[in-house]
């Protein structure tokens, strides 16, 4: 992914303004992004287990909505905030905030909060959820995800756009619609009753690892046995299907200002 590597990384730097000094250690950094979501998204998609959308799976889910998880709520949310983000950078041509918009979402909401939080379900673990849901809720931002970054990493988001699995037929992600806010607008706010956990900022590494690698096993007690400090909010409205990590009642620290640092 080298070139879609040095694409991104040369529109990450139109930030600072026209002018570039580049710096190789920028693009590679990018090239570990393009990895990363290689690496993730090919995860993913074993998660579908033998799932297969169907060619209204957009009208589906939108109808459905009322019946979706916290999580499920919360990524559909977030991946409107990103489709909207990038359409307004695009049309101010603020390509580094595009950049940024998309490595947030991908980075931050998908790999590091819903992934793991779906992981009980699509596995068959946790019987309180809909697992057909959670696996539309998955496919759409694989779907409209890699759609958004495909105008600066081509090559990547080509390959594994084609591997969705569909009960349809696709030619190529280059004649695709770009994804627009109306087409997520459904989804505006969805997620504002699910739990916002602030706990890879927190340092919480050796926690992670404790609990086979996956935040689902971790518990409110875990958490703050291992950092009283630090600054946990949770908002009303928990999901109770996410009782893998203990049913959480709202609560709020001190602002993070006030707190030492790690």
């Known amino acids: 992914c080298g070139t879609d590597a040095l694409r991104v990384g040369l529109l990450a730097y139109t930030v600072q303004g026209r002018d570039i000094n580049l710096d190789i250690k920028r693009v590679i950094g990018y090239r570990s992004f393009c990895n990363k979501l290689w690496n993730a998204v090919r995860f993913m998609l074993g998660c579908f287990d033998g799932y297969a959308a169907a060619e209204t799976i957009w ?3 939108a109808a459905a909505r009322g019946k979706l998880a916290g999580r499920d709520k919360f990524v559909l949310s977030k991946l409107h905030g990103m489709v909207a ?3 307004e950078h695009l049309t101010g041509y603020c390509f580094g905030d595009c950049v940024q918009a998309i490595y947030a979402f991908f980075l931050n909401d998908l790999c590091d909060v819903y992934v793991e939080l779906v992981k009980p379900v699509v596995y068959g673990d946790d019987k309180t959820s809909d697992p ?3 696996k539309m809720a998955l496919w759409c931002c694989l779907d409209a995800g890699p759609r958004c970054p495909h105008v ?3 090559f990547v988001t080509e390959e594994l756009w084609q591997r969705l699995p569909r009960k349809f037929a696709v030619s190529s992600i280059m004649v695709a619609p770009y994804p627009r806010p109306a087409d997520t607008a459904v989804f505006v706010g969805a997620g504002g009753g699910a739990p916002q956990m602030i706990m890879k900022e927190a340092g919480f590494t050796n926690l992670f690892e404790d609990r086979n690698n996956s935040w689902a096993c971790v518990t409110i007690a875990d958490i703050i046995a291992s950092e009283p400090d630090v ?6 409205g928990f999901d109770p299907a996410l009782d893998k990590i203990g049913a959480l009642p709202p609560c709020t620290r001190p602002p993070p200002h006030t707190l030492p640092l790690p």
């Open 59 to 61: 009208a589906d889910l």
């Open 85 to 87: 983000a990038v359409d």
């Open 132 to 134: 057909t849901l959670a």
């Open 231 to 236: 600054m946990i909010v949770v908002e009303a």
């Open 152 to 154: 600066m990493c081509p």
